[in-house]
């Protein structure tokens, strides 16, 4: 299983807006993804009621994995959103 432990970059944590941005990068990533916090359970990526009740903060850390093909690289994009917190979906995830 791959994994990616990342802190939320975005201030407001994985909520509305972000929240929105991470999922269509989930689901577009074509491999099926889960995130937890590191405590908590893993719930499906894509899924923007599941992601958005993590309530995830912003600077807490969140745990991204996939066994799926292709895991690696779809895990490396999905952390860097996140750890950047970036404003909109960038054409490259």
Same mark, same amino acid.
């Given at each position: 299983?791959?994994e990616?432990?990342?802190?939320? /970059?975005?201030?407001? /944590?994985?909520?509305?807006?972000?929240?929105?941005?991470?999922?269509?990068?989930?689901?577009?990533?074509?491999?099926?993804?889960?995130?937890?916090?590191?405590?908590?359970t893993?719930?499906?990526?894509?899924?923007?009621?599941?992601?958005?009740?993590?309530?995830?903060?912003? /600077?807490?850390?969140?745990?991204?994995?996939?066994?799926?093909? /292709?895991?690696?690289a779809?895990?490396?994009?999905?952390a860097?959103?996140?750890?950047?917190?970036?404003?909109?979906?960038?054409?490259?995830?």
């Open positions: 299983m791959a990616r432990r990342v802190n939320v /970059g975005w201030a407001e /944590g994985l909520h509305a807006r972000p929240a929105s941005i991470f999922v269509r990068a989930a689901t577009s990533s074509g491999v099926p993804v889960t995130i937890a916090k590191t405590d908590g893993p719930v499906n990526a894509a899924s923007m009621l599941a992601v958005l009740g993590l309530g995830a903060q912003g /600077g807490e850390e969140i745990v991204l994995a996939s066994d799926a093909d /292709g895991a690696e779809a895990l490396d994009r999905l860097k959103l996140v750890a950047e917190g970036l404003d909109e979906l960038p054409e490259a995830v």
